[in-house]
């Protein structure tokens, strides 16, 4: 297949899910408790792009893989330490704020101008890449926003499946209600692609993958432009955990039988 | 005042709203009422007019987007037609169901008309000014805000409002005129996720929630995958629930495990899959932890079988936790449900 793409990944990082959150609100509004310190991950949906990206990548020799991550540079190093492990990228670090509180579209435009600003890139050969929303601020808007910014408008968004033909056109599988795909073809390059869970395991971490990209990873670390994020009217009247707290019942010795007959009653009352 | 914007788009039969949409009518029209401002109502259909019918009973002015092209959901010409909606209603609040179709394409018309796009509103406020509820961190921290730019685009959650219902009529329908880019994208099909039974059913009243614990060794020492995929598609079956999955036990696909055939990511519920909107809902062989938790945010009455006393979920989180084995539970569930079935 002659087809090659350039393939940029747009990937934020997130605390891990398994962290208990608690927001408190500071000068600049809202955040979250020891934000700093809290263990990080890669997004899990961008993850799941950034892991397409790579096979697809690799499928068709000669297209290229960029991994464009805004973040505090400390965070952004730690979390780029597992995840160069697993597949191979250029990463294009921008050092700025993160958190879910921070405005969408201030983040689309450090994103997309770092994008416009990546040497040698081929629009007409660009596959924008993203999760489809985020564990933080989760609206699901950004990589939309990206690609406006750009000028791509073929865009689809909840992405399992992408299928190259020989021509350079695909097939490709969103997410829609119900628990279905929107099945749809489209041209070719460029496009943008919000993914959902996709179609791949997370690999495997190659320490030769890691060392290589090592080697390109720290010095980008180092040069990482700053961006601040203007907040564009958004300011927030409040923000706070859920306080639903239940009283539950909890049954240790009641029979199968007894169960079930109280989980039918249950099932069938209005 | 400029008026409120409603953007509402049809159904696959191309000439009736979505029941998200109507949703959307709802809190627009309470809006209209509560800011005294106009309420304008845009329809993408095949069919506008007959669409617009259902919305006689709002008396707002409707504009619509029609013909083929806009049969199919896609960016292209999904955009085009909303930024001519918003183009002609000149409004400073844009309100839109959080449906696929429209989540695809409202933050790209926000940015196209120097807007702002806030998504996922769960709930409207304030007094003089707007104010919008939604959640954060995927359902774990909810925030309050509001907006000074505008237009100010709001995509409403699905399942948060209740859909507008009038009597229908005939309504004066204006035609807006949109100009579309050559096509790139065309969309060929719908297909379901997993082969055989339906399993996600998003208006179903209860919700089951199938754990790894299903495809764990049983007391006998071996595991009883097939008989676990055969009692929870009864119970499916039986009940008429939707089913949702933590994600280890979808992700075992992947991982040469024991797996339900049955079961996709797209089944998945909690931090890394959807938070779908259930009256009641039955956890089984499933634990409670909060990634879990946050699957379960918008479930009425929850319920959970559990071999685990100490299972996250005697605390706090459900209003019922049986200390029972599942398998037993659920084939006897089965049992009477089949009786009772009309």
Sequence with gaps: MSTTYQIVVCAGIVPDPLQSLEPVTGPNGPGLKNEMVLPAVLDPWAASALYEAAHLAAKLPGSKLWLVSLGPKAKLQQVMMTIAQKVAFELVPIDGPIGGFTDAHATAAALADAIAALPGLDRTRLLLFGGWESASRGAGITLQLVGERLGITDQFQGVDQIDVREDGSFEVLERVEGGKHQVSTCAGAPAVLGWATGCLAEPRNNPQVGMANMRTLMPALQKAKPATLAANGLQYVDVHLPSQQRTTRVERDMTPEDIARELVAWIGAE | ??????????????????????????????????????????????????????????????????????????????????????????????????????????????????????????????????????????????????????????????????????????????????????????????????????????????????????????????????????????????????????????????????????????????????TPRHAKGLSTCCHGEEPHVVGWRFIGDRRAISLDPNCGWTRGKADVVYIADAFQVIAKVNELLSVNKP
């Design chain 2, 1 to 274: 005042m400029k008026p409120i914007l409603v953007l509402t788009h049809a159904d696959e039969s191309g000439s009736a709203l979505t029941k998200a949409s109507l949703e959307a009518v709802t809190a627009g029209k309470d809006l209209a009422q509560q800011l005294s401002a106009p309420l304008v109502i845009g329809v993408i259909a095949v069919h506008a007019v007959a669409a617009a019918s259902a919305l006689a009973a709002t008396e707002a002015r409707i504009l619509s987007v029609t013909g083929e092209a806009f049969a199919q959901a896609r960016y292209a010409s999904d955009a085009a037609a909303c930024e001519a909606l918003c183009r002609a209603a000149d409004s400073a609040l844009v309100l839109a169901p959080g449906s696929s179709r429209f989540a695809r394409i409202a933050a790209g018309v926000a940015h196209r008309l120097g807007g702002v796009i806030d998504t996922h509103i769960t709930a409207l406020g304030g007094s003089s000014t707007v104010e919008a509820t939604r959640w954060f961190y995927r359902q774990r921290v909810e925030g309050v805000f509001h907006r000074e730019a505008s237009p100010w685009f709001l995509l409403l959650e699905p399942g948060t409002q209740t859909a507008f219902t009038g009597t229908p009529g005939t309504v004066q329908v204006e035609s807006v005129a949109v100009e579309l880019p050559a096509p790139r994208t065309y969309v060929t099909g719908v297909r379901a996720a997993s082969q055989g039974q339906q399993t996600i059913r998003p208006d179903a009243k209860l919700l089951l929630v199938a754990g790894a614990g299903w495809t764990k060794k049983q007391p006998d020492g071996q595991v009883h995958a097939t008989e676990a995929g055969q009692l929870i598609l009864g119970f499916l079956g039986n009940s008429g629930a939707s089913l949702g999955s933590s994600k280890s036990l979808v992700d075992q696909g992947g991982e040469g495990q024991p797996v339900l055939p049955f079961l996709t990511h797209m089944n998945q519920i909690g931090q890394t899959g959807s």
